[in-house]
């Protein structure tokens, strides 16, 4: 029998990775013999660079950059050939880093180094890993940090933050036309806000990085006139509203203004041809993630990994952390069966400390329940 795992993280206490090794012991432990593949999934947030680097190899290394906090900082990027590098913005203006209180003041500035310096070594493609940030900035450091200017109306250049957009009055496009006309720019994200309004970057995901309720507006505002600047350069005005364009806080935005493009992490992870074989040659899928509920069928990773199991005639099952009992009869109709780690009354201090090893019995009971049917 062949299994392939494909799961996400089990969010503050898993890695992917991690809960592919539960996964496989639980599953060996029932059955020697079996072939286990694993392919650990993100979706372009935190992580991504891991799973990326020990599903597909390539040469990992670290480069200098400052962080959201302009603090120097070592970054890890990921050369997956020559051409190609993969940035995670998570590492670099992770939220976990970010020092609580001073989102006007966080910079994506180091990303902008980043991309600048793997294009000076080579890379042509540069795809940026785009969830998990603790930045709102619009992308304003990271296009700064690539070259643009951006003044104010004494043509004095602004912070590279939320806070100098107040007194941003130019944009000049031109250090970065040429520079970066040969690079491909793409954006991995599962989010598809846009850049402002009721479901835009500030109002969705401001408060959970320290923007309060009465900023949000003004926050808002401040994108918006970003937005119509770099229109009145020339930019298309439907990028502004595009789909994932207020990702990381507006970072989508940045790479939609670069001439990139914005796709699914999770997407993106299931079309590499290695992957894809895998998927057809297995007999039975895995995927999973900390907590499957009603967000999960609106486009999660587990219901993107079961929609590509259909595809290639292959059975599903879904193993979390917890499962929504709410959500557990529209679950079960993407997958063949839907379990959980979460059993008895176990406090949740319990079940992260314990993970690895309740993980690895319901993989263990699960795999029996095969073999006897």
């Given at each position: 029998?062949?299994?392939?795992l494909?799961?996400d993280s089990?969010k503050?206490s898993?890695?992917a990775?991690?809960?592919?090794l539960a996964?496989?012991?639980?599953?060996?432990?029932?059955l020697p013999?079996a072939?286990?593949?694993?392919f650990?999934m993100?979706d372009g947030g935190?992580?991504?660079i891991?799973?990326t680097?020990?599903?597909f190899g390539?040469e990992m290394v670290?480069?200098e950059t400052?962080?959201?906090n302009?603090?120097?900082?070592?970054?890890?990027v990921l050369?997956l050939?020559?051409e190609?590098?993969?940035?995670?913005?998570?590492t670099?203006v992770?939220l976990?880093?970010?020092i609580?209180g001073?989102l006007?003041?966080?910079?994506?500035f180091?990303?902008?180094?980043l991309?600048?310096?793997v294009?000076?070594l080579g890379?042509?493609?540069?795809l940026?890993?785009?969830?998990g940030?603790?930045?709102?900035?619009?992308?304003?450091?990271?296009?700064?940090?690539?070259?643009?200017?951006?003044?104010?109306a004494?043509n004095?250049s602004?912070p590279p933050?939320?806070?100098g957009l107040?007194s941003?009055?130019?944009?000049?496009?031109s250090p970065?036309t040429?520079?970066y006309a040969?690079?491909?720019?793409v954006g991995l994200?599962?989010?598809?806000n846009?850049l402002?309004g009721?479901?835009?970057?500030?109002a969705i995901?401001?408060?959970?990085?320290g923007?309060?309720?009465?900023?949000?507006?003004?926050?808002d505002?401040l994108?918006?006139?970003?937005?119509?600047?770099?229109?009145?350069?020339?930019?298309s005005?439907?990028l502004?509203?595009m789909?994932?364009?207020g990702?990381?806080?507006?970072?989508?935005f940045?790479?939609a203004?670069?001439g990139g493009?914005?796709i699914g992490?999770a997407?993106?992870l299931?079309a590499?041809?290695?992957v894809?074989?895998?998927?057809k040659?297995?007999?039975?899928?895995w995927?999973?993630e900390?907590?499957?509920?009603?967000q999960?069928?609106?486009?999660k990773?587990?219901?993107?990994?079961?929609k590509?199991?259909?595809?290639?005639?292959k059975k599903?099952?879904?193993?979390?952390?917890s499962?929504?009992?709410?959500?557990?009869?529209a679950l079960s109709?993407?997958f063949?069966?839907?379990?959980?780690?979460?059993?008895?009354c176990?406090?949740?201090?319990?079940?992260?400390?314990?993970a690895?090893?309740?993980?690895q019995?319901?993989a263990y009971q699960?795999?029996?329940?095969?073999l006897s049917?």
């Amino acid at each position: 029998m062949h299994i392939l795992l494909m799961p996400d993280s089990f969010k503050g206490s898993l890695a992917a990775s991690e809960v592919c090794l539960a996964m496989e012991d639980g599953i060996k432990r029932a059955l020697p013999t079996a072939m286990v593949t694993a392919f650990p999934m993100a979706d372009g947030g935190e992580g991504t660079i891991a799973v990326t680097h020990a599903s597909f190899g390539g040469e990992m290394v670290e480069l200098e950059t400052i962080n959201a906090n302009s603090e120097q900082t070592l970054a890890p990027v990921l050369w997956l050939d020559a051409e190609t590098v993969l940035i995670e913005s998570a590492t670099v203006v992770g939220l976990p880093n970010a020092i609580p209180g001073t989102l006007w003041d966080r910079t994506t500035f180091g990303l902008g180094l980043l991309i600048k310096e793997v294009v000076s070594l080579g890379a042509k493609t540069v795809l940026l890993g785009l969830g998990g940030s603790s930045t709102n900035d619009g992308g304003v450091g990271l296009l700064m940090g690539m070259g643009a200017i951006l003044t104010d109306a004494s043509n004095v250049s602004i912070p590279p933050t939320l806070t100098g957009l107040q007194s941003l009055s130019a944009i000049d496009w031109s250090p970065i036309t040429q520079q970066y006309a040969h690079v491909r720019f793409v954006g991995l994200s599962d989010v598809e806000n846009p850049l402002c309004g009721e479901m835009g970057a500030s109002a969705i995901y401001g408060p959970q990085k320290g923007l309060a309720k009465d900023e949000i507006a003004s926050a808002d505002q401040l994108l918006g006139h970003f937005g119509q600047l770099m229109i009145a350069n020339g930019l298309s005005p439907a990028l502004i509203k595009m789909p994932g364009a207020g990702a990381a806080g507006g970072l989508g935005f940045a790479i939609a203004a670069l001439g990139g493009e914005l796709i699914g992490g999770a997407a993106w992870l299931l079309a590499q041809p290695i992957v894809k074989q895998a998927m057809k040659e297995a007999d039975w899928i895995w995927t999973g993630e900390g907590r499957s509920d009603l967000q999960t069928l609106s486009g999660k990773l587990p219901l993107q990994v079961a929609k590509e199991a259909r595809r290639v005639n292959k059975k599903v099952s879904l193993l979390s952390a917890s499962i929504a009992e709410d959500a557990l009869t529209a679950l079960s109709q993407q997958f063949d069966g839907c379990f959980s780690i979460a059993h008895g009354c176990h406090e949740l201090d319990y079940m992260i400390a314990n993970a690895p090893q309740l993980l690895q019995n319901q993989a263990y009971q699960l795999m029996r329940v095969k073999l006897s049917s």
